[in-house]
């Protein structure tokens, strides 16, 4: 599971899974710089650059799960900032559907099982216990833009993809975000910047029976229409 700068462009994302339990372990703040400053290079919009990091850890990011896990069994409401569109139906509902089987036939979660479908739910307002936290935004300034979600999304793929070439394992998710004004007062983001997205990260759990699940996707003649090729 553990990668290596030395591995290749396609081992790294052929091998890269979803990780959701974590070693009990400090990442050190050098080797999230290093994975940061390789992310970065991803593609972006006439160079705008749109994206923030805020990496959290220690007692921050204990306040930040907290606030998040009470708020949401008392029935707060979602205050989740970035655009969302309507629930998955058709076709990606399903895969939605399927890749959670997936996860809860790992963790041996049965359909009735209330209890522990509620505590893997909760596990993503924690952060997956993962940590470290990186939370993702862009500048206010730039809403409605079609470009930044774009461009942050391009980074957070290749920030996953980096973190993975050195061994670390993350989850990019959007329960950690989905009551914002816990992260905000806690990572002390700032109001001119919106905040879009979580990744979990760090040492991947490899006892941890979620982190063998690797998702199915689509082949490529479902995805592609080649157009003038022979």
Not at 15 to 24: A, F, K, P
Not at 89 to 110: C, N, P, S, T, Y
Not at 157 to 176: D, P
Not at 191 to 209: R, Y
Request: net charge negative; glycine share 8%; proline share 7%.
């Amino acid at each position: 599971m553990s990668g290596n700068p030395d591995m290749t462009y396609e081992e790294v994302v052929t091998s890269r899974r979803s990780i959701r339990g974590y070693l009990d372990k400090p990442v050190p703040r050098a080797i999230i710089e290093e994975v940061l400053t390789l992310a970065m290079r991803s593609p972006t919009s006439m160079n705008t650059q749109p994206w923030h990091f805020h990496v959290i850890t220690g007692e921050p990011l204990d306040r930040i799960r907290k606030g998040n896990t009470e708020r949401i069994l008392a029935g707060e409401p979602d205050s989740r900032e970035f655009r969302r569109g309507e629930p998955f139906a058709g076709i990606h509902r399903e895969r939605q559907i399927g890749v959670a089987k997936q996860l809860f036939g790992a963790m041996g979660i049965e359909r009735d099982d209330k209890e522990k479908r509620q505590d893997w739910v909760l596990r993503g307002f924690r952060q997956f216990d993962a940590p470290v936290c990186v939370i993702v935004a862009y500048d206010r300034e730039l809403s409605g833009s079609d470009d930044t979600p774009f461009d942050c999304g391009a980074v957070t793929t290749a920030l996953v993809n980096a973190a993975w070439s050195r061994g670390l394992g993350c989850v990019i998710n959007s329960q950690g975000i989905m009551q914002s004004p816990v992260v905000r007062e806690h990572a002390g983001i700032p109001e001119e910047q919106v905040i879009m997205k979580a990744v979990a990260l760090g040492w991947p759990d490899e006892s941890f029976p979620a982190n063998a699940v690797v998702s199915e996707r689509k082949p490529v003649n479902e995805a592609a229409r080649f157009v003038g090729f022979p």
